[in-house]
T-cell receptor, first 112, second 112 residues
């Protein structure tokens, strides 16, 4: 059974810092991996999707990498801003059925 | 207008009542999903549907049923609600191929 772990569970950084969020998964036979952002009481916003054949994806200040063989992905946020404060969720898709297995998230706070 | 909508957004009900949560999408995707989110447990898959005639159980389907009325509509029912079904419920959609999932804003359900 696929298990997804995100470390740390919570993170507080001052504005302007570059930071890395980690995601690990136990079954390397994944179809793709998706990073989401969730604001308190709100839905999930898809940030980046990495297919199993890709090593990384970039969108603006966000860069996600994938190392399938070691079961790891990282989300790099450059020049963090207070508006980046949210919970970041990692989810892996282990089959063509597109069923996602989620981690429990990293709660990020960016302070002024 | 939002691509994936859910109604109601908030609902408080009593133990034993029948509840229906509705999801509509304008993305034209064939695949739709229902998840629930509980603090500390992450999101877990309840049911998923590949098209109107193809409905499948997810990880935690006991106590729930679904109906796919059309390509764009997917409803989740709690036949007899119980307090441990108190959670945040999300609907999601995806298209065949890339597998990227898009989420609705969620329904906060409280069962007293």
């Amino acid at each position: 059974k696929q298990e997804v772990t995100q470390i740390p569970a919570a993170l507080s950084v001052p504005e302007g810092e570059n930071l890395v969020l980690n995601c690990s998964f136990t079954d390397s036979a994944i179809y793709n991996l998706q990073w989401f952002r969730q604001d308190p009481g709100k839905g999930l916003t898809s940030l980046l999707l990495i297919q199993s054949s890709q090593r990384e994806q970039t969108s603006g200040r966000l860069n996600a990498s994938l190392d399938k063989s070691s079961g790891r992905s990282t989300l790099y946020i450059a020049a963090s801003q207070p508006g980046d404060s949210a919970t970041y969720l990692c989810a892996v898709n282990t089959g063509t059925a597109s069923k996602l297995t989620f981690g429990t998230g990293t709660r990020l706070q960016v302070t002024l | 207008d939002a691509d994936v909508t859910q109604t109601p957004r908030n609902r408080i009900t009593k133990t034993g009542k029948r509840i229906m949560l509705e999801c509509s999408q304008t993305k034209g995707h064939d695949r739709m999903y229902w998840y629930r989110q509980d603090p500390g447990l992450g999101l877990r898959l309840i049911y998923y549907s590949f098209d109107v005639k193809d409905i499948n159980k997810g990880e935690i389907s006991d106590g729930y049923s679904v109906s796919r009325q059309a390509q764009a509509k997917f409803s989740l029912s709690l036949e007899s609600a119980i307090p441990n079904q108190t959670a945040l419920y999300f609907c999601a959609t995806s298209e065949i191929g890339l597998g990227e999932q898009f989420f609705g804003p969620g329904t906060r359900l409280t069962v007293l």
